[in-house]
């Protein structure tokens, strides 16, 4: 049974950091892609990155990139969102996502879904 | 990237059908062939209900039926069941942007 579990979610103040972690299991980890989607509490979903199965490549949405760095361990089956100079709309269930294509495809379908983490972000 | 336009809200009785579009650019909804619909009940996670447009995972039920027109691509369920209420969103490949993007969901509700 495929299984994504996040963790790391807090409240934060306004500029700090926080590094969330999402541990993976029942399935061939580095054979996938990865994603980190997002979503504002009563507000709709909203991709952030991406990054490639041998962590060689990643994306970010334009709204993010430079504050957020995704990255994985697949010796730890572990992906990992650092997320710097945070902002309260920055306040979110962060989710990891698996990539239903295997190896090099990405096409942003997102076929298993952790359960969130909750960041929240106030002073 | 923009968020690809959904309707706020649809409904139905039970034994319906209700249709839900989501509508997107020539750079994701209409560029490619890589819409997905996700379901997400309140509390939970989405659950991804269509890829491809058109194709169903294992497990889901095949009153869930997508398709695509242009730069719109539609959900419809039929034979509507009070478990079928909840949040549904679609996404879309947008390759020339290395990106995704989702909807801005549409509550389902069941008369």
């Known amino acids: 049974e495929v299984q994504l579990v996040e963790s790391g979610g807090a409240v934060v103040q306004p500029g700090g950091s926080l590094r969330l972690s999402c541990a993976a299991s029942?399935?061939?980890?580095?054979?996938?892609?990865m994603h980190w989607v997002r979503q504002a509490p009563g507000k709709g979903l909203e991709w952030v990155s991406l990054i490639s199965w041998d962590g060689g490549t990643t994306y970010y949405a334009a709204s993010w990139k430079g504050r957020f760095t995704i990255s994985r361990d697949n010796s730890k089956n572990s992906l990992y969102l650092q997320m710097n100079s945070l902002r309260p709309e920055d306040t979110a269930l962060y989710y990891c996502a698996k990539e239903f294509y295997f190896g090099s495809g990405t096409y942003y379908t997102f076929d298993y879904w952790g359960q969130g983490t909750l960041v929240t972000v106030s002073s | 990237q923009s968020a690809l336009t959904q309707p706020p809200s649809a409904s139905g009785s039970p034994g319906q059908s209700v249709t839900i579009s989501c509508t997107g650019t020539s750079s994701d909804v209409g560029g490619y062939n890589y819409v997905s619909w996700y379901q997400q009940h309140p509390g939970k996670a989405p659950k991804l209900m269509i890829y491809e447009v058109t194709k169903r995972p294992s497990g889901v039920p095949d009153r869930f039926s997508g398709s695509k027109s242009g730069n719109t691509a539609s959900l419809t369920v039929s034979g509507l069941q009070a478990e079928d209420e909840a949040d549904y969103y679609c996404?879309?490949?947008?390759?020339?942007?290395?990106?995704?993007?989702f909807g801005t969901g549409t509550k389902v509700t069941v008369l």
């Open positions: 996404s879309s490949y947008a390759g020339s942007n290395n990106s995704g993007v």
């Open positions: 029942g399935f061939t980890f580095d054979d996938y892609a």
